[in-house]
């Protein structure tokens, strides 16, 4: 009772002057997103999992002020890629700094706009996945972003889109508070890139719902990077149809507190889901990728793949589960989760788990964690590298595996030269 109590009173300093439109398609889907997080409560340290991550920072009443990144000669990443741009700043939606929201085959719209409507598309979609990924696990701050969320943008993709959609994150107030909910709709047999990159806000919370249908491809390469003093936390929840693909990348860097949910379905014989980070952290850095698979369908194939870098007391968490349903024939789940700890004072928390419910699978999962091989440290060095550009050639080979998820090879080569330049900056 005294648990339920504090996470009670925890929910009721949080909400205390929020408020959200109880009009339109979006009344009834926030009125059941908040009443979910009214049973639940906010998260504390004492849950499981939440046991390596303290939640205070994101469930206090307000934010802790962060001061923005200040400006450096590196371009912005993603900046030579043809895409359609949509900014926010701090959370509210920069027109000016936008591109015009046309795109052949794609239809965009606005939360803020698109939520006076009395029907639209997004009604079968908002808090729906949200709603569907609060089982076995509880994930109340995904709740009250489905509540209170002020805007977002509502992607609905008929064809294949021609270029990627690009969401830019922009922060300027060290007190900033931004709530963002965007939903993707893939029809059957389309195709669509999403890019998102920038700090946000001093504190920011976002969902993401993707609804994947049959013979359909997403794609999603995010950059969380530059503010040294955000905290964050980010949610994917995706449900995917037959023979449909979905792959994410995250490439984390600096941030005091940064915490990625992935949680997704795959509910369609045949189909492929794979997620993917790199993080790299230095001195006061906690990164935690917390992601849950279903395997609800036969011959379906989904891959975890996270690398972390620590230095200077750094702390990286994994936690990630593969359930495979009853009937998940030929299910094939790959997980793996590995530090790199370049010093003794970093720490790496992993929880991998494997539930399996059918006889026919391949699934695997491990978790490791060490310091830079001193062989191949020596052989690189004996070949006439310096000490610190062998280092980084023996990070970056380490971090290969998670970023040969992306699968457009110029934006890899993009994540590869901004991970190459923080080793630099922070001293190989």
Not at 344 to 371: Q, W
Not at 410 to 426: C, F, K, P, Q
């Amino acid at each position: 009772m005294a648990l339920a109590k504090l996470k009670q009173d925890a929910l009721a300093a949080r909400i205390a002057g929020l408020s959200f439109a109880d009009s339109g398609w979006q009344g009834a889907a926030r009125a059941s997103a908040l009443a979910r997080l009214g049973a639940m409560g906010l998260p504390i340290r004492r849950d499981e999992y939440w046991r390596y991550t303290d939640p205070a920072a994101l469930t206090s009443a307000a934010p802790v002020a962060a001061a923005p990144f200040e400006a450096s000669d590196e371009s912005p990443i993603f900046d030579g890629i043809e895409r359609l741009r949509i900014v926010f700043t701090d959370g509210v939606f920069d027109a000016a700094a936008s591109d015009d929201l046309s795109l052949a085959g794609v239809e965009i719209e606005r939360l803020a706009e698109a939520g006076t409507r009395d029907i639209h598309w997004a009604q079968g979609l908002y808090g729906v996945l949200e709603a569907r990924g609060q089982k076995p696990v509880e994930r109340p701050l995904a709740a009250l972003n489905s509540a209170f969320a002020p805007d977002g943008i509502l992607i609905r993709v008929t064809g294949k889109a021609e270029k990627p959609v690009s969401i830019i994150y922009n922060h300027v107030s060290d007190a900033s508070d931004a709530m963002l909910h965007h939903c993707i709709k893939l029809e059957n047999g389309a195709e669509f890139t999403l890019l998102e990159n920038g700090p946000a806000a001093a504190r920011f919370n976002s969902v993401l719902e993707v609804e994947v249908a049959d013979g359909a491809a997403f794609h999603h390469i995010r950059a969380q990077g530059r503010d040294h003093e955000r905290r964050a936390v980010t949610h994917i929840f995706a449900r995917l149809g037959s023979e449909s693909l979905f792959k994410s990348f995250t490439m984390t860097a600096n941030g005091r507190l940064t915490r990625n949910e992935a949680v997704l379905e795959l509910t369609g014989d045949d189909s492929i889901a794979h997620v993917a980070g790199a993080a790299m952290g230095n001195r006061d850095f906690l990164q935690d990728d917390t992601v849950f698979i279903t395997h609800a369908a036969e011959r379906c194939e989904s891959r975890q793949v996270f690398k972390k870098v620590l230095r200077n007391g750094a702390t990286g968490v994994f936690q990630g589960k593969i359930l495979v349903k009853q009937g998940a024939q030929k299910t094939d789940g790959y997980q793996i989760s590995q530090a790199l700890l370049l010093d003794e004072d970093s720490n790496f928390l992993a929880k991998p788990e494997l539930e399996i419910y059918a006889d026919d699978v391949k699934c695997s999962h491990g978790s490791t964690s060490g310091a830079i091989d001193d062989t191949a440290l020596f052989y690189l060095r004996s070949r006439g590298v310096p000490e610190r550009a062998a280092q980084g050639l023996l990070v970056l080979a380490f971090l290969a595996e998670a970023i040969e998820e992306i699968a457009d090879e110029t934006i890899a080569e993009d994540i590869r030269s901004r991970l190459e330049g923080w080793l630099n900056r922070h001293g190989g």
